[in-house]
């Protein structure tokens, strides 16, 4: 009777995952970027939103009323942190509200709507419910697939080759320099190097430049300081014998690649659907034109990733599977008045459009928005000398996390063809022709929610139409 038993629960599970794909689909959808992006922010705001859908108008099942319910519900993968929305939502809807904590490792979320179909189905059927599973991992993870098709030696020439122009990477050079690959492997001299290799990527990255592989070396989650974290770039050594401080580098790359990089391209990047890749380019564009080109070639390897034509063992993973929709999100709108909108929209076009230029994504459907998760500002209009300002007003966030005073401000007007601009980034100019693009760090403002509402936003509901409203 054990084993009927068993089998009869076999039969329920086969089942119960059937009845799933048939009749209640799921939509894995996946939220990336760098560091500081946005991503956290972005889902619990959108989540939230869907909860209540009182400012989703541009999500069209929700415009017309067939979104009868939405609950949050455990998730698929009992292994993957859940994405922590109750935290985070109390952070931004506190009578002092703060920004949460940022993603540092990959986290997961199941958001079920019960939708009515649409059209001549309405009568028909009854209403579904559809999962979406929400994925949150470090844009920084996706930078280690240039390493899967590298060996150490070729890795090591590279980063070094890269590392020889770069001011910052002195005092790690200085340190490689003075190590002897050939020499016994000895743990108390690999820690320090590795520390130093460290220190210059998160140099690197403070600084927006490209190249910043290893991307768990940044963001490590729960694998700091592990042997497979703790390797660097060295000098190949003539005749590094089995022992040698070399060839246990070369094992902890490799250790990495099969241990860290493949199960997280296996076990979840495989499995997204759609994705949308955050980017706050105000910043980039703040910082000027070098950091600006930097931005664009960081999203170029990136976005490398949803090209995987080019990569063996990416190919090899997905085996013809596809992304089949990808939304590029210039973040933090709220900086900008509305006017300025369509140019930052124009300039995430002009971001990745290189990117985009050397493949079409094998097919998956693109498009570019310029949006705020959360509002943090209001707009306001000056006149000084007969000329209209377009402003925007919200508390300042002072160095340190503190609310500072409030105060409206003109961050000055975009580029008006970003491509030409990112063309002049290349030329190497330094500073924007003709005017200097301010941003400041607002802190969120004081939320009084009311029920049927989620926090106000900017192109969220849009956003949310084009990565699952197809499927509503
Ligand atoms: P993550 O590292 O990608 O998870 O980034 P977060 O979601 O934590 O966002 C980083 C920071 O960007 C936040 O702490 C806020 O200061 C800012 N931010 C994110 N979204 C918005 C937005 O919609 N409006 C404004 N004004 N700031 C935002």
């Not at 038993?5 to 959808?29: K, N, Y």
């Not at 320090?192 to 910043?212: C, E, N, V, W």
């Amino acid at each position: 009777s054990t084993l009927a038993d068993g089998l009869a629960r076999g039969a329920e599970r086969v089942s119960g995952s059937l009845s799933e794909t048939f009749f209640e689909p799921v939509i894995r959808i996946g939220v990336t970027g760098l560091s500081r992006a946005g991503k956290t922010v972005f889902i619990t705001s959108l989540v939230a939103n869907l909860l209540e859908r009182g400012r989703m108008p541009g999500l069209v099942a929700a415009s017309e009323g067939r979104i009868t319910a939405a609950f949050l519900q455990p998730q698929p993968d009992d292994t993957v942190p859940r994405f922590d929305f109750e935290s985070h939502l109390a952070a931004l809807t506190a009578p002092v509200p703060h920004w949460p904590e940022s993603t540092r490792a990959i986290s997961e979320l199941r958001l079920s709507l019960r939708v009515r179909p649409a059209g001549l189905l309405a009568g028909l059927t009854g209403p579904r419910t559809v999962h979406i599973d929400i994925v949150d991992y470090p844009g920084e993870w996706l930078l280690d697939l240039a390493l899967m098709d590298k060996t150490y030696e070729g890795w090591s020439a590279a980063t070094l080759a890269t590392m020889e122009r770069r001011g910052i990477a002195a005092p790690y050079l200085a340190q490689a320099g003075a190590t002897d690959g050939a020499a016994a492997w000895d743990e108390p001299q690999i820690r320090p190097l590795a520390d130093a290799f460290t220190a210059y990527l998160h140099a690197a990255r403070q600084k927006g430049l490209s190249g910043i592989a290893p991307g768990r070396f940044i963001l490590p989650g729960e694998l700091a300081g592990s042997p497979a974290l703790t390797f660097a770039p060295i000098a190949k050594p003539d005749r590094p014998g089995r022992r040698s401080l070399w060839r246990e580098m070369e094992r902890r790359f490799d250790a990495y690649k099969s241990q860290v990089v493949a199960p997280f391209f296996r076990d979840h990047f495989a499995r997204i659907d759609r994705q949308i890749v955050l980017v706050d380019a105000l910043e980039a564009i703040h910082a000027g034109p070098p950091a600006v080109a930097d931005l664009q070639d960081t999203m170029t390897e990136i976005l490398s990733a949803f090209r995987p034509g080019r990569n063996a063992f990416l190919s090899r993973l997905l085996l013809g599977r596809r992304v089949e929709k990808i939304l590029f999100a210039a973040t933090k709108a709220d900086h900008l008045h509305h006017t300025q909108h369509a140019r930052l929209t124009a300039f995430m076009e002009a971001l990745t459009a290189e990117a985009r230029a050397r493949a079409d994504f094998q097919g998956a459907e693109t498009a570019s928005i310029a949006l705020a998760s959360l509002r943090a500002t209001v707009e306001e209009t000056r006149e000084q000398d007969g000329e209209a300002f377009h402003c925007v007003r919200g508390t300042l966030l002072e160095p340190g996390g503190t609310r500072g005073r409030e105060a409206a401000f003109h961050p000055g007007d975009l580029p008006d063809s970003p491509a030409s601009l990112i063309a002049a980034a290349r030329q190497g100019h330094e500073a924007w022709l003709d005017q200097d693009y301010r941003v400041m760090k607002f802190a969120p403002a004081p939320l009084s929610l009311k029920p049927g509402m989620g926090p106000p936003h900017i192109r969220l509901d849009r956003a949310a139409q084009f990565l699952i409203g197809d499927r509503l």
